[in-house]
């Protein structure tokens, strides 16, 4: 199993100065700030600009979006100088590539519901992509922010065969973190409604139980 320390770790739904400060105080690599018009963690271009020049300089923060028009994709990344976008929708490899050819310097993260997805289709995207992340449905059939886990079976075959980094979502809390990372072995893990007391409001307390969990495996 790979050591803990060296899983990445990303906190999703990120919504106010307070929670990416309070956050930022563990040892995570990158946030997540929400553009999805359906999620009620979407902000606006003014909070996310608050947020992200008050983090530190080693904490990357990554853009989610859902089937958007690449245009508004590009301004925001553009006008919040964020070169990494993570697309929740049934964006196609074309959508990717588009991204990529209007910036050279973008990297793209794609998401996709684990219990529908295989290798091979991963493979389709490979040379548009940078990496995946495999997350689960919510009530409505949306993919992300349910809380629901994802299979973790099929996420740890995808795991053992893919040959680019998976991030890990869906449902990830300090009570079922360490099962996690020792059934899958993703590359990273993507928290977000499992450290929360409300929707959109990260708790310290929880960050801390998912921190000793995750050096406890």
């Known amino acids: ?17 307070y929670d ?21 963690r979407k902000i606006g271009i003014k909070t996310a600009r608050e947020i992200i020049d008050k983090l530190p300089p080693l904490i990357e923060t990554v853009l989610v979006f859902e089937n958007e028009k690449i245009s508004e994709v590009m301004y925001l990344s553009s ?14 490899v ?19 519901p684990t219990k529908d ?11 548009v992509c940078d990496g995946f992340l495999l997350d689960s449905y919510d009530r409505k059939g949306n993919l992300g922010g349910s809380g629901r886990p994802s299979d973790w079976h099929i996420a740890s075959e995808i795991v053992s065969k893919a040959k680019v980094p998976i991030i ?6 300090p009570q079922n973190v360490g099962s996690a990372l020792k059934r899958v072995q993703p590359y990273a893990i993507d928290v977000n409604s499992g450290v929360e007391s409300r929707i959109g409001k990260k708790d310290k307390s929880m960050m801390e139980k998912l921190f000793e969990e995750i050096h406890a495996t």
């Open 20 to 40: 990416a400060r309070m956050v930022s105080s563990f040892p995570i690599h990158a946030i997540g700030l929400n553009f999805v018009k359906r999620s009620q």
């Open 79 to 92: 006008m919040l100088a964020v070169t990494t976008i993570q697309l929740h929708g049934q964006e196609t």
């Open 1 to 17: 199993m790979k050591d803990p320390r060296d899983i990445k770790i990303k906190i999703c739904g990120i919504t106010s100065v």
């Open 168 to 173: 890990l979502a869906g449902g990830i809390n």
């Open 94 to 112: 074309s959508y990717c590539h588009d991204l990529k050819r209007f910036n050279k310097y973008v990297k793209v993260i794609k998401a996709f």
């Open 117 to 127: 997805t295989s290798v091979t289709e991963l493979n389709a995207y490979r040379k």
